[in-house]
Every structure is written in C-alpha cells, then in structure tokens.
C-alpha cells in the first residue's frame, strides 16, 4: 500500500485527498507526495493481475471503487541497439486515444468522479485534450476543450468525436490557458499543466519498464507542461524507496527551440532565441507552472535538458519510420536528443535508455504529410 498527502511546497499548507482545490490559495501548484509501504517483492504480489495501469492500484491516489478505465496502460517496450546503445522504446501511442496522456486523464477522471465533478474545463495543444475528453465521455461528465487555433486538425476531430465541446482561440499557448480559466469559473478547472493527479498516473510509466526490462541508466522525455519528467522521476523515486532498484536513472527532458524555459533554468546563460513555428507542438510551451520543480528534479537525477530544432526532429522521425514506429514529432524529439547527446558522449557505451514514443503519428498526419 502507499498513503498520500496533497499539500503545496511552496506555503506548506496541506488539502484533504478530497479537496476540489487545482492550485493553493497562495497561487502555487499543489503536489501528491506519496509515502510508499510496500517493498521489493511487490511486483511478484501483482504478477498474475490484468495487465494495465491499474495493476499498481496501491501506488495510486484513486479509490478502487471510482475507477475509470479504457484499457490504458502495459504499453509494449520494443529494445533497440544503436550506436553501441540499448533504447527502450516504450511504445505510449498504443494508449486508447494515442497518446500516453490517458495514463493521467484516466486518474484524473477517475479522481473527479470520485469528488463529485459533473463539468470540467481543459485547455491543451491536442493530445492531452483528446484524453481527456474520452475519459470524460466514459464517466458521463461534461467536457469542454479550449485548444489553440492551429492545433492539428486530427486532434481537433478527435476530441469532436467523443462529443467534447471545442473551443479554438487565437494567439499563444498562454492565451488559451487564460481562456479556459476564465470559462471554468462557471465549472472545474482540470487542467493537466496544474493538476497533481494527472501526473500521478504518468508515473505508471517507470512501473511497467521496470517489469518489462528492469532498470535503465537514463531517460529521455519531451517536455512541454512538464508532468511526463515529472511522472517518470516518481516512478522511480517510488522502485528506488522500495528497494527494487538501487540509483535512479538520469534523467533527460527535450525542448524545441524557441520554447526552451526548463532548459534556460539549468543554464542561465543561454540567449532563448524567438518564438518560432516548432514541429512539435506538444513541446510548445512557453511557461509550464512547474518548470522550476522539472528542473530541479532533472538536476537531482544528473541528467539535463536538450534543446533540438525543427531539421533534428524530421530526421528523428524519418529514422524512426524507417524502424517501423510511426509517432507524431513531439514522440520523435527524444531520438534527436539522444544523436546530440550520443555525439557528446553524455551517453555512454552500453548504457540502457527508456525513450517513451508519446503520441501516434496519425495525430499530426497533416504536419506529416508536408515532410513525406
């Protein structure tokens, strides 16, 4: 078992699990900070359980009982040797919705039932609001989607589909943010850029590789709002406390150029260059609310953060197709980090790396299909 406390860091002030709070009075994000009670030989308890997420029930913030599964999670873990290096390509495009957003959504939703939520609000770039919006289908609450106006027209209809209200707004991220508060003053925020529970679920994540093919040295993972690094230094942090593994991996967050504020924290000398039109829209974020706690959990692992262009990313995600792994461009920027860094030698010979594929290629078919 595991108990759980949500609380902020920045004031101390603690909430009920129960609490509709998404952020504390003080303006701070709020965090779940997990003691975990059980040890080494857990895994051998679970092993005859469904495989799925939900097979680490314990290790999660959800009642058994309010539970809202579509079936995610025990995504494959397809090995690779490149470069004299294993990459664990853990294949997350194979969630429900195609993306490893569900992990979150799924936990978040199952949370809001559990509260009493009826109506949310969300504001995202694509994927997390098409997970979202599913999961919300399958508790019967009333989802409402604010996305930016040139979000790939395949997310769009996706989120359409589960019968998810779509609101397009014009200008930046940060715009689209601004408007979904302001419409969810009549409703609930359950925004994954601030919502703990979301990132409880991505920690799943750590759980299954680690079951799949042990431990690794290293790994790498866009970051956009934050909360898949974020995610995956739980899961670990949860094996390391268990005893089932004995160091963290390092771990490594991509960012494209032009949208680089984690990477500028953890060096402060580096001139951010302007705003452009990036490839990979789900690492398009300007100024994720937890960019200083990805930081600081990055630098505590001894990894860093790479920052990667739009000619990187199309090589990446041509090598990739040429492998048989169709991802969107966001998926494809943890093979572009891994070539810098493999020519610095900050990765090492014989070194073991989990890469999770985010998204499936068929969500940015239109951005695809002007590279084909």
């Known amino acids: ?49 469904v495989d799925g997420m939900w097979r680490y029930r314990e290790l999660l913030p959800v009642e058994k009982e309010s539970i809202i599964s579509l079936g995610e999670g025990w995504t494959p873990t397809v090995e690779r040797k490149y470069k004299g290096v294993f990459l664990l390509f853990k294949l997350d495009y194979l969630n429900p919705t195609g993306s490893f957003k569900d992990r979150g959504a799924s936990t978040l939703i199952s949370h809001l039932v559990r509260i009493g939520i009826r109506e949310i609000v969300e ?124 160091k963290m991996p390092r771990i490594y967050g991509v960012q494209a150029t032009g949208f680089t504020p984690v990477y500028e924290i953890l060096h ?47 090589r990446a995600l041509r090598t990739l197709a040429k492998w048989g792994l169709f991802v969107e461009p966001t998926s494809a920027t943890v093979l572009a980090a891994f070539e810098k860094m493999r020519e610095k030698d900050v990765i090492s010979m014989g070194e073991r790396i989990l890469m999770p594929l985010t998204g499936f290629g068929l969500k940015a078919i239109d951005k695809i299909a002007t590279l084909a």
């Open 123 to 246: 504001d995202s770039s694509g994927n997390a609001g098409a997970a979202m919006a599913a999961y919300s289908a399958a508790a019967s609450i009333k989802c409402r989607i604010f996305v930016p106006k040139n979000a790939p027209k395949a997310k769009i209809l996706q989120i359409k589909s589960y019968g998810a209200e779509v609101v397009q707004i014009g200008g930046d991220r940060a715009r689209v943010h601004e408007e979904a508060l302001r419409t969810a003053e009549k409703s609930f925020y359950a925004g994954h850029l601030w919502n703990p529970f979301f990132i409880e679920g991505l920690k799943t994540i750590a759980y299954e590789a680690y079951e799949q093919k042990g431990d690794v040295d290293a790994v790498i993972v866009p970051i956009g709002s934050g909360g898949l690094a974020l995610g995956v230094y739980k899961g670990y942090k949860d094996l390391f406390e268990m005893g089932v593994i004995e």
């Open 1 to 49: 078992m595991a108990s759980f406390k949500l609380l902020c860091l920045k004031c101390g002030r603690e909430y009920p699990l129960e609490s509709k709070a998404w952020k504390c009075d003080c303006g701070s994000h709020l965090d779940i900070l997990t003691r975990v009670e059980e040890s080494a030989d857990y895994f051998d308890k679970i092993k005859n359980r």
């Open 268 to 314: 402060p000398n580096y001139k951010a260059g302007k705003m452009c039109k990036v490839l990979a829209d789900g690492i398009a974020v300007p100024d994720p609310p937890r960019k200083r706690q990805i930081a600081n959990k990055i630098k505590e692992t001894g990894g860093d953060v790479v920052v990667v262009d739009n000619d990187e990313i199309i």
